[in-house]
């Protein structure tokens, strides 16, 4: 295949993806058959949908965490097929954040520059760029531990953000706030992705949180 047929208008080009899940016996249950998506560069596309419709089986698709059963998915103009994770450009924040609780505030935000040897001065700059980006500026000594639900999944989204991923994969990143605070985030994670212009795909079950955070929202349903 050459390059000019990987060629898309679209950052990321889903075609006819199916994913199964495998069970113990060996027996493969297909979760995703023939889906298609295409998401454009700085949109925000949410995947609405009860447990068991895919939508994590999906991000995690993207992200190479998961093998394909069949179809095509190009990212930036690249076929993914055998690109390892970490060199897909695209950046993943989990539903419990998954911070290191060694790592004070800046060094987990700084994880990712570290990885790209960034300079000392490139690190500083960075994380104070994103620390006041999501409303956290003064925060850099601060140990993990002492974070409550709702500045820790900050914390994960700046770091996230921090190498500056061209799309980032959000996995139900809200649900284990209560109400009022998932009101909140969800307009601050939509003004912050817009504000960096990084595209996403955002996985939720809450139908207001979709709204509020959602360019446009793509409804899953589990395969019958």
């Not at 994880?111 to 409303?135: C, F, M, N």
């Amino acid at each position: 295949m050459t390059k000019s047929e990987l060629t898309t208008p679209h950052l990321l080009e889903i075609t006819n993806l199916s994913v199964d899940y495998f069970l113990p016996d060996g027996s493969a249950v297909p979760v995703l058959k023939d889906f298609n998506l295409d998401v454009d560069a700085g949109e925000i596309v949410v995947l609405l949908g009860a447990s068991g419709s895919g939508k994590s089986t999906l991000l995690r698709a993207i992200a190479g965490l998961e093998p394909l059963a069949d179809g095509r998915i190009v990212f930036a103009g690249q076929d993914l097929a055998g690109i390892p994770t970490h060199k897909r450009n695209i950046g993943m924040v989990f539903q419990s954040g998954e911070l290191f609780p060694n790592r004070n505030v800046y060094k987990n935000i700084s994880y990712g520059l570290e990885i790209q040897r960034k300079s000392r001065a490139e690190q500083d700059a960075r994380v104070r760029e994103l620390l006041d980006l999501v409303g956290l500026s003064g925060y850099e000594n601060r140990e993990i531990t002492t974070l409550s639900g709702g500045q820790a999944q900050r914390v994960a989204l700046a770091r996230s953000l921090a190498p500056q991923p061209a799309m980032l994969l959000l996995d139900e990143p809200l649900s284990a706030l209560d109400r009022e605070l998932r009101e909140r985030l969800a307009i601050d994670i939509h003004r912050i992705l817009k504000a960096s212009d990084t595209a996403a795909i955002y996985v939720t079950h809450d139908h207001e949180e979709a709204e509020t955070v959602a360019d446009r929202i793509i409804q899953l349903t589990p395969l019958s």
